[in-house]
């Protein structure tokens, strides 16, 4: 079964170490040995998860040499900031109704001599 995009973006974010790896590649292109450096594991272990970060599209990985530099890709995480802003503004809309609702409550209240 092949996933959407979006739901391969959101599982490779499930992981703590990922994230880590994403906020490290966010200041620049380094190489897989120093992305590994602060986790206590192998490197299969490191390289399972630039897979699941590559399928997602998240990174990008390359081979100059012996130097296998990883570089962040930032579309997919735009597309999840596109996806949760359109649901920020419903959110954002609902409580400014509600907003309105309780001001009306309380001019309702003021008007009737009721106090909370």
């Known amino acids: 079964m092949v996933a959407d995009q979006l739901s391969l973006t959101f599982s490779a974010l ?9 906020s490290r590649l966010s200041r620049g292109e380094t190489s897989v040995t120093e992305l590994a450096r602060p986790f206590d594991m192998t490197m299969p272990g490191i390289s399972k998860h630039l897979k699941v970060l590559e399928r997602a599209g998240l990174i990008a ?8 530099p990883c570089r962040l890709e930032a579309q997919p995480l735009k597309n999840v900031a596109d996806w949760v802003d359109h649901y920020r503004r419903i959110w954002e809309e609902s409580f400014d109704r509600l907003n309105e609702y309780l001001k009306e409550i309380q001019s309702k209240e003021k008007r009737h001599g009721r106090k909370k």
């Open 14 to 22: 499930a992981d703590p170490t990922r994230r880590a790896i994403l």
């Open 61 to 68: 990985r390359g081979r100059v040499a012996q130097w296998r």
